[in-house]
């Protein structure tokens, strides 16, 4: 199938290799049946798999998703490029299906300053206390003193504690490096269940912050049993400003109304594509505004400092999560690049079009609007459940 691409703007939602891999999703579909409904993406076009399994946390769950996904039959909705089409940033046709953030009864969770770049940047923000026009000047003096040589530290190990003892002589250490280098991994609740939004949707950043910036990250699909099965794009939008602040305002910076979206599908582990995969992968970022402004970063996955296999291990450590959890991994992204005045560093602004791209996972588009005005989040657990129920996809069987 041809890989739908026309550039950065809206890019090809596909992976470079289409629908090689096993592709699934979560679309709406319209009518007196209508609501989510799980999907898988073929060759032949997009399969509504939903009486198999009426949740993605249920085909998450099943002994072996890609083989379940493959094997499932169900009614034909489309083809995969009418629900790309239909999926893109812009007006859509409520009368046909649109891709929605592919998970929906996983928690969403986030690990934080994953990467040695952005561990730098955090902590310029707390010692900037969340002021942009301090950045510069602190960029300078925290990379003189830790250097830039921090991806090569290992979390935890004696050098890393040699390093830390160090950096509290000096007055510099901070919470964030604390994570960075420490033997424990930021790992936080970013998103409720279902709150997520997908591809061509808006994105939503407070009103009360004048500076923030897009985040862009792998994100493991992990099942009910622990197991890492699959992964998908994301966008874990922070308000740096806030964040800077205090770190105690981690929740308004990072969880507000569609502050965090996800997709455009996951990618299920198979012959094509596996968790050595992941540690590869490179994640493109392009932003471009309504005034002419773009700005292009990258996240390569090469670069984290703590294996992803070990933070889903830390995140498991003393929890459960009989639904499964989705994991955004951190991002290398960190942008400095001056928007307006000199110095003043990279902000959103209203209208931005944020792409986030990778060769197996495809491309995750959504325009930046306010949180206080994106669409409002109505449709929760008993919302979906109750859709569910009225569409006959209960029956006894597991959610």
Request: with cysteine; hydrophobic share 40%.
């Amino acid at each position: 199938m041809k890989n739908d691409n026309d550039g950065d703007k809206n890019a090809g939602l596909l992976p470079d290799d289409g629908v090689a891999g096993t592709l699934v999703a979560r679309v709406w579909t319209s009518g007196p049946q209508g609501g989510p409904a799980v999907v898988a993406l073929r060759e032949g076009g997009v399969f509504d798999i939903s009486r198999a399994y009426p949740t993605m946390s249920t085909l998450l769950d099943a002994a072996a998703p890609a083989d379940a996904a493959r094997q499932a039959t169900g009614e034909r909705l489309c083809s995969v490029a009418d629900l790309l089409a239909n999926s893109r940033l812009g007006d859509r046709d409520a009368g046909r299906p649109w891709l929605l953030a592919p998970c929906d009864l996983q928690v969403v969770k986030a690990a934080g300053v994953t990467f040695a770049a952005s561990m730098v940047e955090r902590v310029i923000e707390e010692q900037a206390r969340g002021d942009a026009s301090r950045a510069q000047a602190l960029r300078g003096k925290v990379q003189a003193l830790i250097g830039d040589n921090l991806a090569a530290i290992r979390p935890g190990s004696e050098q890393a504690m040699a390093l830390k003892a160090l950096l509290q002589q000096q007055g510099l250490w901070s919470q964030y490096l604390e994570v960075g280098i420490g033997p424990d991994a930021e790992v936080f609740t970013k998103a409720p269940v279902l709150s997520s939004v997908g591809t061509g949707q808006e994105i939503g950043i407070r009103a009360d912050s004048a500076w923030n910036n897009p985040e862009p990250e792998v994100v493991l699909a992990v099942n009910g049993r622990g197991e890492i099965v699959g992964a998908t794009l994301g966008n874990d939008v922070n308000l740096r400003d806030i964040e800077g602040r205090s770190a105690l305002l981690l929740g308004k910076a990072k969880d507000n109304n569609a502050s965090c979206a996800i997709g455009p599908f996951i990618r299920l582990f198979d012959a094509s594509f596996s968790m050595d995969d992941v540690r590869r992968e490179t994640v493109h970022l392009v932003v471009r505004g309504t005034d002419g402004f773009t700005m292009r970063g990258i996240n390569t996955m090469s670069s984290i400092s703590r294996d992803p296999a070990d933070i889903v291990a830390q995140t498991l450590a003393a929890h459960q999560y009989p639904d499964g959890f989705m994991l955004f991994l951190g991002t290398l992204f960190a942008p400095i690049e001056d928007r307006g005045e000199p110095g003043a560093g990279f902000t959103h602004r209203l209208g931005d079009e944020v792409t986030i791209r990778s060769a197996r996972l495809g491309a995750l588009c959504n325009r930046v609007t306010h949180s206080e005005t994106a669409p409002p989040w109505r449709f929760g657990l008993r919302a979906f459940i109750g859709n569910l129920a009225a569409r006959g996809l209960l029956g006894g069987r597991p959610l």
